[in-house]
Structures are given as structure tokens and as C-alpha cells.
């Protein structure tokens, strides 16, 4: 099992920066790959930026530009950094992580909990 801790989320004004923070803990053997998500009320959830397994990054088309993800992986701790944030980036920020474990010896995504990300206007 791979545990995933968010934190950094909150209420900032339009315009306002925000940084996420995620870490992973666990009988991790391995991270394949790592990111953010979102979800806005009535909406589907939606990529954000995630570090593939294939080393790249990539990014949702409503915030390139504005919003950067970073890693520790000596921590299994990613960030993200949001600038120029707008209503519309108002959602739960969920962060995953497709890993495999000592236990299951098999990649499976996992899910955090998910932080709440209010930009009012």
C-alpha cells in the first residue's frame, strides 16, 4: 500500500500563488509516476500535471504556463506550484501516484485523500 499526504491547499484571492505539496510513503519498491489531478463540482476529474514513467511532464492545457510540478525523490514528494490562479481553478486537488510495493509486486494508482483549492474573484 503506497499512502499519499497532500497539503498546501486553502482559499487565496485571483491572481494568488499556491503551492501543493505530495508525499508518498509505504513499502514503496518503486514510483513509476506522479502527479496531480483535479476536480471541480459537477465536473470530471481532470489532469493537472503529472511526472510520467517516462521522465517527462505533462500538463493540462488550462494551466500551462501558470502551474509547475517538481519532485523530491530522495522524499517520493512532489510539488506543485500555482500561479495566476483564477476561479476556475477552484477544485479538490487530488494527488497520485502509480507504484509498485513490496507487497503487491504490482503497479496499481493510488489515490490521496484530496485539498481543497478556493480561488475567489
Known amino acids: 500500500q503506497v499512502q499519499l499526504v497532500e497539503s498546501g491547499g486553502g482559499l487565496v484571492q485571483a491572481g494568488g500563488s499556491l503551492r501543493l505539496s505530495c508525499a508518498a510513503s509505504g513499502r514503496i519498491l518503486r514510483i513509476n509516476a506522479m502527479g496531480w489531478y483535479r476536480q471541480a463540482p459537477g465536473k470530471q476529474r481532470e489532469l493537472v500535471a503529472i511526472f510520467t514513467s517516462g521522465g517527462t511532464t505533462n500538463y493540462g492545457d488550462s494551466v500551462k504556463g501558470r502551474f509547475t510540478i517538481s519532485r523530491d525523490n530522495a522524499k517520493n514528494t512532489v510539488y506543485l506550484q500555482m500561479n495566476s490562479l483564477n476561479p476556475e481553478d477552484t477544485a479538490v486537488y487530488y494527488c497520485?501516484?502509480?507504484?509498485?510495493?513490496?507487497?503487491?509486486?504490482?503497479?496499481?494508482?493510488?489515490w490521496g485523500q484530496g485539498t481543497q483549492v478556493t480561488v475567489s474573484s
Open positions: 497520485a501516484a502509480d507504484g509498485i510495493t513490496s507487497t503487491t509486486l504490482a503497479q496499481r494508482r493510488y
